[in-house]
């Protein structure tokens, strides 16, 4: 295995799940906000 792969794969794995989260979290925010 290249030695820059699993960094560059950690990075996209981190970036995948982070945006899953602030998707989640602005579903779960955005009703406090509206009312």
Do not use: E, Q, R
């Not at 989260?21 to 955005?30: Q, T």
């Amino acid at each position: 295995m290249m030695p820059m792969a699993s960094p560059f794969y950690l990075l996209i794995g981190v970036g995948l799940i982070g945006i899953d989260v602030i998707s989640l979290a602005s579903k779960l925010i955005f009703p406090f906000i509206s009312t």
